[in-house]
Every structure is written in C-alpha cells, then in structure tokens.
C-alpha cells in the first residue's frame, strides 16, 4: 500500500492514464502497472507474448500506440530504441530493474518530438517494487548513469562503508534500505534472511533500532544528495589484481555512437584457455566495428586493466523472461564469434606462418593477422611465459621477453625472429670455416 500510494502519486498526477501489462504477474515491475491505474481510475490494456519470444512483447506495446505510460526495463527500453517513435502516444516511461544508462535516456528524449517523462525507479523486491526515484534531465544528467535520485516515500536509505558506517560525499558504499516497504524476510529462508536483514543502530541518532536490508548494490551520494547507483557489488571484480567495476567498462563502450547495448563478462581461466581471468565485450551494433576502434574509443578514458580482450557482436542482447539481460546466456567467447582485434592480413613469410599458428594454438583463436598483437588478442604473464618457451623450441634461437613486448605484432616479431636465425646462422658458418689465417699489414 506504501508503495502503490506514492506511485499514483508521483506518476499518474491525478490523470487516467492508459497502462500496458505485458510482463509476468510474478515479476514486482507488474505491481505498478496492475494496481496503480485501478486506484486512479486508469486503464489497463493487456498484451499477450508469442510462445518463447517473451521478451519481445514490448515491440508490441509500441506498434498498438494505445497507452500513456509504460513500465519497463533498461533492456526492453533498448529495443524499441530504433523504433519509429515520432508518433507515438507515449509520454512517461518508468525504467527498473537493471542500471539504466544516460545514453539510452538521451537517445529515448531526442527520439520523441514532444516533451516525455523518465523516471529511474530503484527498489530490489525484498523493498517492495520502488524505493528511489530520479527523473531523468537531459541537460543536467550527465554522468554514465541516471542517478536512482532521492528515497521514495517512508523509506530509508543508507550507504555503508565496509565497517557499516555512514559514507560520505562521493564515497563508494554499499547500500541498505529501511523504512515500511522492507519485507519480513525470505519464505522458510531463517538463514538467507538472518544473511540479508539486519538490525542495526541507526547512525543518525546514535540510539534508535532499524532494520535494515543488505542490498548487495554499490553506490555514492553526490554533492547535490542524489544517489548514485554504481552496480552490483558482485559486479565488482578482479582482474590481474586490479579491482575493476564492469558497469563503468559498459558505460563507456556505450559511449560510441555505434553501440546499442552492452554487457561486459569476466571469463574465467578455464573458459579463457589461459592463466589469468580476462574480459570480454558483448555487444549490438548496427553495423560491424573494428575492434582497434572500439579499444581506441575505451582507452580515452579507462586504465589499460579495464579494456577487454575479447570482443563479440550480437543480434540482440538475451534477456530473462523479466526483461532483464541474462548474463548467463551470453555465449562464450570462441575462435568462431571473438571479433578480430585488426582487419585481416595474411601471414606471409614461413615465419610469420609458423607463428601465427603457435599463437592461435596459445591464444585459442582461429586466425591471426600480421598486424594483429599479442597482447590485445588476450596474451597475459603467464602466456608470455609459455610462448616465449614455445618460440625458442620452436625457431631454436634464444628469444626474450622483451622482444615480445617491445615488438608485440605478429610481423613485427617475426621480423626479430628472422633477424635472430639469420645471426645464429652466419656465426655457425663462420665457426664452420675453422680459424683464419692472421696477416700482418
């Protein structure tokens, strides 16, 4: 009741508006869109799905051009992007459920020729549906994410340092909710809910008892009070020992105008064939990029550990049947999908043959250029190990580490290679000779 009180409030404004339900009673987005027209006097128009394209029932939404105000997810809103929205009816959109980025609302506004209200709603199910609430400005949002804003009615909101003390300004926390909307707990879960749900002082005061939600989420409060949502806490990892945050890698690669929708994935050693955890890029662009520009376009603002090494194009994002991008389903990175890292080049000389094929045997990639780079292709320490070993084995001369970072191309090394057996081989015809005859001048 909390909840769909403050949300007729905020978003039906005291209109009837016309809402579509299409997404699955059991998903807490349905919430909103069931119970928040029936209490204000709205309508409510259903869709139904095909069988196993679920998730694209929301195109269908779009083509009916029969309804106000929709609640959707980032992933959803993503697809009907490249719709033609010139005409459509539309003029509130509700985005949860995932972190929603500043591009795709910017692109959404410019798309719509009359004014339009987004609104970022946050708020895990265990708070009810909603518990923050951020309307988008074109003008001022310009960071990579939409700010989740300010809490939602008779809620509360913390974010915590490590040692649960309140964070500061620009301080990155984890987040926990307070306040009416919180769940008792989990379902015949005592051990999950005593995991999740805490009780704790309220730092505020000093005395009061709260209960508080353990969100999982990461966030920092800016100067001007409003949250910002900076991804799952899981969502944060380590790659050769550098932390990195997979939503900022996404945020950038977003940047590129050619770039429709994003995920980033750690692939672990196994799956990478390798020694190291690597990460890989996914995602759906119109036409095909090259991955040199791609790199270029995340070096501009990103540490050399949070470029990916492999990149891969899809149709369209997979989604679960909530809307959301299933992280699960994305494929793994093969020599058959990985884009090349340059335009392909032919090996040409026996040496470079020969290495090319030693490096796509280290690698696991199917081909590799003569302009294409050890490094970029997804070589790490431990592979430069192996491969210099490996190299030496195979050319029988003595080639070091350095000459692979100094000269990392595929032609690049092979050049050194050949200059290296050519030396080997005048010193042995020399010594073949026996010792020459001194002559004194």
Request: a negative charge; proline letters at 6%.
């Given at each position: 009741m909390n909840y769909i009180w403050w949300a007729a409030q905020v978003y039906s404004s005291g209109e009837r508006l016309a809402w579509p339900l299409f997404s699955s009673l059991a998903f807490d987005l349905t919430v909103t869109t069931l119970f928040t027209p029936l209490i204000t006097g709205g309508r409510?128009?259903?869709?139904?799905?095909?069988?196993?394209?679920?998730?694209?029932?929301?195109?269908?939404?779009?083509?009916?051009?029969?309804?106000?105000?929709?609640?959707?997810?980032?992933?959803?809103?993503?697809?009907?992007?490249?719709?033609?929205?010139?005409?459509?009816?539309?003029?509130?959109?509700?985005?949860?459920?995932?972190?929603?980025?500043?591009?795709?609302?910017?692109?959404?506004?410019?798309?719509?020729?009359?004014?339009?209200?987004?609104?970022?709603?946050?708020?895990?199910?265990?708070?009810?549906?909603?518990?923050?609430?951020?309307?988008?400005?074109?003008?001022?949002?310009?960071?990579?994410?939409?700010?989740?804003?300010?809490?939602?009615?008779?809620?509360?909101?913390?974010?915590?340092?490590?040692?649960?003390?309140?964070?500061?300004?620009?301080?990155?926390?984890?987040?926990?909710?307070?306040?009416?909307?919180?769940?008792?707990?989990?379902?015949?879960?005592?051990?999950?809910?005593?995991?999740?749900?805490?009780?704790?002082?309220?730092?505020?005061?000093?005395?009061?008892?709260?209960?508080?939600?353990?969100?999982?989420?990461?966030?920092?409060?800016s100067p001007e009070g409003r949250l910002e949502f900076l991804g799952r806490a899981d969502h944060q990892v380590k790659v050769g020992g550098a932390r990195i945050e997979l939503g900022e890698i996404e945020a950038r690669l977003l940047k590129h105008p050619q770039v429709q929708e994003c995920a980033v994935a750690v692939i672990e050693p196994s799956a990478a064939g390798g020694g190291m955890a690597r990460l890989a890029a996914y995602y759906v662009s119109p036409d095909a990029l090259a991955v040199a520009d791609l790199r270029a376009h995340l070096a501009e603002e990103l540490l050399e550990a949070m470029i990916p090494t492999h990149y891969v194009r899809l149709e369209r994002m997979p989604l679960t049947s909530n809307g959301k991008v299933d992280r699960t389903a994305l494929p793994e990175p093969t020599a058959e999908n990985i884009r090349p890292a340059q335009e392909f080049t032919a090996p040409a000389t026996e040496t470079e043959k020969t290495l090319a094929g030693l490096w796509c045997d280290l690698l696991k990639v199917k081909s590799i250029g003569r302009r294409d780079n050890f490094f970029e292709l997804g070589g790490e320490s431990l592979l430069v190990v192996r491969a210099v070993a490996r190299m030496r084995k195979v050319f029988g001369v003595d080639v070091q580490i350095r000459n692979l970072f100094e000269r990392p191309t595929l032609s690049e090394l092979a050049e050194v290679i050949d200059g290296m057996r050519w030396v080997a081989h005048s010193e042995a015809a020399s010594a073949s000779e026996g010792p020459r005859e001194e002559i004194e001048l």
């Open positions: 409510i128009v259903v869709y139904l799905g095909d069988p196993g394209v679920q998730s694209m029932v929301v195109l269908k939404v779009i083509d009916d051009n029969a309804v106000d105000i929709m609640k959707l997810t980032p992933a959803h809103l993503a697809m009907i992007r490249d719709r033609n929205l010139e005409t459509t009816r539309l003029r509130k959109f509700i985005v949860g459920g995932e972190d929603f980025k500043t591009e795709l609302a910017r692109d959404i506004t410019k798309a719509i020729p009359h004014p339009v209200e987004i609104y970022n709603e946050y708020g895990p199910t265990e708070g009810t549906v909603g518990c923050m609430i951020h309307r988008f400005d074109i003008d001022r949002d310009q960071a990579g994410s939409v700010p989740i804003g300010v809490p939602a009615a008779n809620a509360g909101i913390y974010v915590l340092s490590e040692a649960y003390q309140p964070t500061g300004p620009g301080i990155i926390g984890e987040m926990f909710i307070a306040g009416d909307g919180l769940a008792r707990g989990y379902f015949n879960r005592p051990d999950l809910t005593d995991d999740r749900f805490r009780t704790a002082i309220d730092p505020r005061d000093g005395f009061t008892k709260l209960r508080l939600y353990k969100t999982g989420d990461l966030a920092r409060w």
